[in-house]
């Protein structure tokens, strides 16, 4: 793997005739002769696998047409045999009326993985939508028992469920289910007019708002499914949260509400676990609802809440210390995408939009969130932070940035994404999952970093995607 430095020292050829800022120039200098031949993947569609929903019995994809991909703990994943079908719409099953699968990124299986949470602890997705990564958690949080018990329960309590709320008919189902639509996880990062994002403190939610990052999963996205079960709970603190954080030193009383509340909520839930889902943007944060409510059963729904929160400045502020496990996958330049769409017939001949000072801005933010992460993360709790982009700059050096924020606080998990030593010492620790974690690292095709490791196209069709384990120091 290319040295974190070389993208920074690609700006400083003078004697490049191509411009630093486009984007054969920069990673030509990063990956080397490797870049042709990478790029050429990155155009190539991205090759989805089905993530079993650990809540349904399983009974669609035990047909003959799928194909068992990964099973760890609860994270089973199948691909469909007839490549040519295998994005068709998710299917109701027919005992829990859960959609029974979701289409994902190969490696978007490693980050949830690799931050490996365990019934009782208390869980941050920091940047959540649309829902793909959470789901997951939710399986390891609350799915570890037998998969074939937890679908009887989740079937018995659903048609308890159906008898207490008025009953979907068949039309109704099939109606909302051909109504979603498979979207990418983050849209892409589009050029204004200034060349760049602006500098100023409103960098962060304009960015976060945006929700940049590559499209390594893929869902039913329809909101409107949440009418299939209860929905999951959603803290409604926007505009006062808003209020309390615009104006540093000068946060009302009204205005620190919610936010208290929030962290009480935190707390009262320690003792049975809990997940926190967070998205910004209101419309990708009510795409994530619909996809909670259309695959997890109604009793979890009072487990697992739903936040609007700008994620690099309010979880240090009201939320420090809080938790036992965090997953950052944050926002990034999305290199993939813009590469596909250049590629596709609505962008053939265009450039790929895409630029240096792009990638500086969302490293600045994402070094905030990650700051703000390992701030949130309570002692001896682990974080992990994970990016679809294939820069350098924003995947190693935003964590040499973010661990020089906190010093002497945070180790670096070993680049082998399994670091027995310290979890021997950690409470609560699913061994399953760590001992098969890297079976999947060599599957993927993953590569070493100074920090983590990168898993690309041109190895295992897989990613891009960079992902870094950090443990808080008790």
């Known amino acids: 793997m290319p040295n974190a430095r070389d993208t920074k020292r690609s700006v400083r050829n003078k004697g490049q005739k191509v411009p630093a800022s486009d984007l054969h120039s920069v990673f030509n200098n990063v990956y080397g002769l490797r870049w042709s031949k990478l790029y050429a993947a ?27 991909d990964v099973a760890i703990g609860p994270t089973k994943v199948c691909r469909y045999v007839h490549q040519e079908q295998s994005y068709s719409q998710p299917t109701p099953d027919p005992h829990t009326r859960l959609l029974s699968w979701y289409w994902l990124d190969r490696a978007s299986l ?82 204004n007019k200034t060349g760049g994002l602006p500098q100023d403190r409103r960098l962060s939610s304009q960015v976060e708002s945006a929700a940049v990052s590559a499209p390594h999963e893929q869902a039913a996205s329809a909101p409107h499914l949440s009418q299939l079960q209860g929905s999951v709970r959603t803290d409604a603190t926007d505009s006062a949260e808003h209020d309390a954080l615009a104006e540093p030193g000068s946060v009302s009383e009204a205005a620190c509400m919610p936010a208290t509340l929030s962290a009480q909520h935190g707390q009262n839930v320690a003792l049975s676990g809990s997940l926190t889902c967070n998205e910004l943007d209101a419309s990708r944060r009510s795409r994530l609802q619909g996809v909670l409510d259309a695959y997890l059963p109604a009793p979890l729904k009072r487990k697992i809440r739903v936040t609007p929160h700008d994620a690099a400045r309010y979880w240090t502020r009201f939320e420090a210390e809080t938790y036992d496990c965090i997953l950052l996958d944050a926002p990034c330049t999305s290199e993939r995408h813009i590469v596909q769409q250049a590629a596709s017939d609505a962008g053939r001949g265009a450039k790929a939009r895409w630029s240096l000072q792009q990638c500086k801005d969302m490293a600045v933010l994402q070094v905030k969130l990650l700051t703000a992460a390992l701030k949130a993360v309570k002692p001896g709790g682990r974080v992990v932070y994970s990016t679809c982009s294939i820069s350098p700059m924003e995947n190693d050096e935003v964590v040499s940035k973010a661990l020089a924020n906190v010093p002497g606080q945070v180790q670096v998990g070993k680049s082998t994404a399994v670091d027995h030593q310290h979890h021997e010492h950690a409470s609560g620790v699913n061994k399953s999952v760590l001992d098969s974690l890297p079976g999947l690292v060599q599957q993927l095709g993953a590569e070493a970093t100074q920090h983590g490791l990168m898993i690309l196209p041109d190895r295992g069709a897989a990613g891009p995607m960079f992902v870094c384990l950090l443990l808080k120091n008790a």
């Not at 990155?42 to 047409?65: C, H, I, M, R, Y």
């Not at 959470?134 to 469920?161: G, V």
């Not at 109704?172 to 051909?178: F, G």
Request: hydrophobic fraction near 40%; charge should be negative; proline fraction near 10%.
């Open 42 to 68: 990155l155009a190539n569609p991205t090759e989805n696998v089905a993530l079993q929903n650990a809540f349904a019995s399983g009974a669609d994809l035990a047909k003959p047409a799928w194909k068992e």
């Open 110 to 191: 490693l980050p949830p993985l690799l931050l490996n949470p365990l019934p009782g602890q208390t869980v941050l997705d920091m940047c959540s939508a649309p829902g793909g990564k959470s789901l997951m958690l939710a399986y390891m949080l609350f799915a570890q028992r037998n998969p074939a018990t937890t679908a009887l329960q989740t079937a018995s309590s659903s048609h308890d469920h159906a008898h207490a709320t008025p009953e979907t008919s068949a039309h109704e189902t099939s109606a909302l289910i051909s109504s979603a639509s498979t979207s990418p996880q983050h849209e892409p990062l589009s050029s």
